[in-house]
């Protein structure tokens, strides 16, 4: 930001004024390490530890695990569609759709697809867990809440049937699943799939969302899971092919920024600025500077990337932070500037 001139508006002088004071206090000044320390993430739900019971290879690149709680005794109930947070060895936090059966009380089941140019949970899981390990995990949480209706189409693409198996079982004979993905090779739980329709592109072609959909019936609730194109194709036709339907989305990637202009980000405690491009969240930008920050979820609802806001406005587009906390605080993953810069208490 450079300096004011007399053409600079009166509250772009402000926000300077601001930044300069809170530098001079919470980086430069003697006090900084004290006044400026890390802000915890708030934690919420059910926390407990789990013992690694299973490992089990779906595919070559999807695990299974099956947990138990570590002191013995139920675990928490959930219902279709839920999740549990995992904190891995290495303090990285991830999302995982419960896969197993709601109704047995005394295991959990997640499934891990490998993401080799990801940011390193998968691969910790693929590579470092063994059965006998204890690891921590909150929840469930249910962010895909399965509901009552008439009739049910769900559409799995590949790792995206994790948190649709459950759903299938609910729903019994009201719902039909069509699973999609790239192979039979790299589509795991087949074998609890009987009476799905399967379709690997290497059988079947790329598949077409729009008539997929088409065959669901009038009213009936359409689940989609999957990769971006194939959400969003959900999107673009399922109410003008089923007016009186619902249809419910869960993806397991970032949202695309919607939007978005470049703006600069001030880090208060490490020093030096990060600019944000207009096609990316303010999580990627960081993650240049400082690749150990945390985050989870990519998409505004877990609150792992929460962070302080000491100067600027936000853009807010999160699920999660209530009024009050939107005063001084954002969610990286998906919030932005509402204007040209911010400061944030990193």
């Not at 999807?62 to 013995?72: E, F, I, Q």
């Not at 999609?180 to 795991?188: C, D, I, K, L, N």
């Not at 008539?211 to 989609?224: D, H, M, Q, S, T």
């Not at 999957?226 to 092919?241: D, I, K, S």
Request: charge should be positive.
């Amino acid at each position: 930001m450079g300096e004011p001139t007399d053409k600079t508006p009166v509250s772009l002088r402000v926000l300077g004024g601001i930044m300069d004071a809170y530098k001079s206090v919470f980086v430069k000044g003697a006090a900084a390490p004290l006044l400026s320390r890390p802000k915890p993430v708030r934690r919420t739900g059910f926390g407990l530890d789990v013992r690694v019971e299973s490992v089990e290879r779906q595919t070559a690149d999807v695990v299974s695990l099956t947990l138990r709680a570590a002191r013995g005794g139920p675990l928490p109930k959930w219902r279709p569609g839920s999740h549990v947070d995992v904190f891995l060895p290495s303090g990285r936090q991830r999302q995982y759709s419960l896969c197993g059966d709601p109704s047995d009380r005394f295991r959990y089941r997640i499934a891990v697809r490998l993401i080799p140019d990801g940011g390193g949970g998968s691969r910790e899981v693929h590579e470092a867990l063994r059965t006998g390990d204890v690891l921590r995990i909150r929840g469930p949480r249910n962010a895909f809440t399965f509901i009552d209706a008439p009739s049910y189409l769900f559409l799995a693409g590949g790792i995206g049937i994790t948190p649709i198996l459950p759903m299938v079982r609910a729903a019994g004979s009201r719902g039909r699943l069509v699973y999609v993905g790239r192979s039979r090779e790299t589509m795991p739980f087949l074998h609890e799939l009987p009476g799905a329709d399967i379709r690997p592109d290497d059988e079947f072609g790329v598949p077409d969302i729009a008539e997929l959909i088409a065959r669901a019936k009038p009213g009936a609730a359409v689940y989609v899971c999957g990769p971006p194109p194939m959400l969003a194709a959900a999107q673009r036709c399922m109410f003008e092919l089923n007016p009186t339907g619902s249809l419910h989305t869960e993806r397991f990637s970032a949202l695309p920024v919607a939007d978005g202009r470049a703006f600069d980000i001030t880090l208060a405690r490490t020093g030096g600025t990060v600019r944000v491009a207009a096609d990316e969240t303010a999580l990627a930008a960081l993650r240049r500077r400082l690749p150990d920050i945390a985050y989870s979820c990519q998409q505004g609802f877990c609150g792992t990337c929460k962070v302080g806001v000491a100067a600027g406005s936000v853009d807010h587009r999160d699920r999660l932070l209530t009024d009050s906390e939107r005063a001084d605080h954002m969610l990286a993953c998906v919030s932005r500037a509402a204007g040209d810069e911010l400061v944030l208490d990193l």
